[in-house]
């Protein structure tokens, strides 16, 4: 496998799994700043056992399951995950609904552990684990489905998983410096990338699963994200409202 | 318990967010299984089918979000 072949792989799950990441630090974050690093720790640890059993259960399974049928499953996941992140990114840009806002999530968390402290004193650090936990593990499982859709019947497991892994350390090393939400990532931008390219993945892998012999293989996968690009584009400026910031 | 409802309501939310738009995603690749079952000789057309429709299932959703 040369670099060239396992790039697209690489840098997709590495995109992807940036957004993810960015997410579940915020998350952490809150916990810590509200009941300190120890429940937050926890936590954030107990998700990831959890995730890696998960990744050691189900990836020798992979090989099992017959190649069509992975891919068909797999390509309608991919076709609900991917059009799910692009409506919302296409919608965000369009000033239809707010752009998502670390700040704001870390602040609205925040706020809602000072709350649960005010209810159950004795629980909380309990209850704040178990966020951190949460958190972990949905935002995780997210990394662990864009790694198998990306990699998984291609040979591209380990360039995928690697893009992956690059990602949620840089932002853990990146969030744990600064002690506070990754704000400046321009999270509704890489989401409108990220849902083309899973978008673009989807249409390739649901088609081959069904049989469709697509022109150029895998290469049909670049001519597709640029036809979801044009769309969700003149998508933005049909439902664009009035005072709508452009697309970063 | 409401830990894990809480937890399983996030999972399906990785997939489906907006109902309409699930449904017709799924909708587009049955018509598409149907075509590629019912025409074996012509597969691309089964392709044009998912592209076109995911295409337009995109554009529509966008649109009535934005009438909304």
């Given at each position: 496998m040369t670099w060239i072949a396992a790039a697209p792989a690489l840098s997709a799950a590495f995109v992807s799994s940036l957004v993810e990441a960015v997410e579940a630090l915020t998350i952490?974050?809150?916990?810590?700043?509200?009941?300190?690093?120890?429940?937050?720790?926890?936590?954030?640890?107990?998700?990831?056992?959890?995730?890696?059993v998960i990744v050691l259960a189900l990836g020798p399974l992979l090989d099992r399951v017959p190649l069509y049928l992975l891919q068909l499953t797999i390509g309608i996941l991919l076709l609900l995950f991917g059009m799910r992140w692009l409506r919302k990114a296409i919608l965000r840009a369009a000033g239809v609904i707010p752009l998502h806002d670390e700040t704001t999530a870390f602040a609205a968390e925040t706020a809602e552990l000072r709350e649960q402290a005010r209810r159950h004193e004795a629980r909380l650090d309990w209850l704040a684990g178990l966020a951190s936990f949460k958190a972990v593990v949905l935002e995780g499982l997210e990394v662990v489905f864009i790694v198998i859709a990306i990699g998984a019947?291609?040979?591209?497991?380990?360039?995928a998983?690697?893009?992956a892994v690059a990602a949620c350390g840089l932002v853990a090393v990146?969030?744990?410096?600064?002690?506070?939400?990754?704000?400046?990532?321009?999270?509704?931008?890489?989401?409108?990338a990220v849902g083309i390219l899973l978008s673009a993945f989807g249409v390739s892998w649901t088609g081959e699963g069904l049989g469709v012999p697509w022109p150029g293989e895998d290469l049909a996968i670049l001519a597709f994200a640029a036809l979801f690009l044009v769309v969700a584009l003149a998508a933005v400026a049909l439902a664009r409202r009035p005072h709508a910031q452009a697309l970063p | 318990m409401n830990a894990i409802i809480?937890?399983?309501?996030?999972?399906?939310?990785?997939?489906?967010?907006d109902g309409a738009l699930a449904l017709a995603i799924l909708a587009v690749v049955l018509l598409a299984a149907v075509l590629a079952l019912l025409l074996p000789g012509v597969p691309l057309a089964a392709g044009a089918v998912l592209v076109v429709g995911c295409l337009s299932v995109l554009v529509a959703n966008v649109a009535q979000a934005a009438r909304r």
């Open positions: 952490v974050l809150a916990v810590a700043s509200v009941r300190g690093w120890r429940p937050a720790g926890l936590g954030a640890a107990a998700g990831l056992a959890l995730l890696i019947g291609r040979g591209m497991l380990v360039p998983s690697i893009g990146a969030g744990f410096a600064m002690h506070r939400p990754l704000a400046r990532v321009p999270e509704n931008t890489l989401k409108f | 809480d937890l399983l309501h996030g999972l399906t939310g990785l997939f489906i967010d």
